[in-house]
């Protein structure tokens, strides 16, 4: 099929989209709140442009022609590209301030790529930002003094995935080998999801262990492992250069894994919300559904921005 002088009218396939969804000129009409004449003459300017007869129209049924059903697929398409144009360039001129819960873990080690990609996409719109743990960034949500926030969270607990992380347990490479005596465990200071699977974890296997330190922040904890206090559990894209995960022959229990979460205010529903979505998502599924860790995540921030409208 060849479309006259390279023009496509959008309001063309529109009607045609109408009339072959609901087979019917007056409900056509109807939907997209013009008059049935209307609707016939953009049929027939299509029909015109395309040089094919798309609409068969008798006094009892509105059919398709073979040409019209295989329009039907390329009009679609082109509607759909086109919303989504308008979609990107309509939120592109977002302007305002989104208030954003992050845990600290996640304000460490992913925020600075995360800025740099929604301020690329989204250049008048600013961001202020709570860290924070994750019973402090629940009870901001609460009380609204944010409009969400990205936390950690047990697998299934009905929460917005972001993505689901592997945990591991890693060490410095010369505690990371003891075999004997209790577990030396640096944890955070409670309350704590990733402290109550660790402890979980270790009393279903009878394992003996101590907490030689308690943390309030993620730094801390990798802090304290590579100065070779203990081991600590961290998610697998976590990592450190100056910790190895703790071989399988030691003996300590798997760990599982914990979701990364987002969470919106009750009811609270905008553009921009929609924004940082859009981004979050770009960023958490550039490596094939799963979390990027330090050393990938240029090459994610590279693809996402050759990706943006």
């Known amino acids: ?119 690329a996409r989204f250049p008048h719109f600013g961001l202020r930002f709570v860290t924070g743990r994750n019973h402090r960034l629940q009870e901001a949500l609460r009380m609204r003094d944010v409009d969400l926030i990205m936390t950690k969270s047990h697998p299934d607990s009905g929460a917005e995935v972001l993505w689901r992380e592997p945990l591991v347990w890693m060490a410095r490479s010369d505690v990371a080998a003891r075999r004997d005596g209790p577990v030396p465990v640096i944890s955070y200071l409670g309350p704590s999801v990733l402290r109550d699977i660790v402890e979980a974890r270790l009393a279903d296997h009878r394992r003996s262990f101590v ?44 760990l599982g894994s914990l979701d990364f979460v987002l969470e919106a205010a009750p009811a609270r529903h905008s553009q921009a919300i929609d924004a940082f979505r859009e981004v979050l998502t770009a960023f958490t599924t550039g490596m094939a559904g799963e979390m990027p860790g330090p050393d990938q995540l240029a090459d994610v921030i590279a693809k996402a921005e050759t990706e943006q409208p």
């Open 1 to 119: 099929m060849r479309i006259q002088d390279d023009l496509v009218d959008t309001d063309e396939l529109r009607a045609f989209d109408a009339v072959a969804t609901k087979r019917s000129f007056s409900i056509a009409a109807s939907e997209l709140g013009c008059s049935q004449s209307t609707i016939s003459e953009r049929i027939t300017r299509l029909e015109q442009r395309l040089q094919r007869v798309l609409v068969l129209r008798t006094t009892r049924q509105v059919k398709l022609t073979p040409d019209g059903e295989a329009a039907l697929i390329y009009a679609r398409g082109i509607l759909d590209i086109a919303e989504d144009a308008r979609a990107r360039l309509s939120r592109s001129r977002l302007a305002g301030t989104l208030r954003i819960g992050i845990e600290d873990q996640l304000a460490a080690t992913r925020l600075p790529p995360l800025l740099r990609m929604f301020g």
């Open 211 to 254: 907490t030689v330190a308690e943390c309030s922040n993620f730094i801390g904890k990798i802090t304290l492992a590579e100065a070779g206090i203990g081991v600590v559990a961290v998610g697998r894209s976590f990592g450190n250069p100056g910790l190895i995960e703790v071989p399988e022959d030691v003996g300590l229990p798997p």
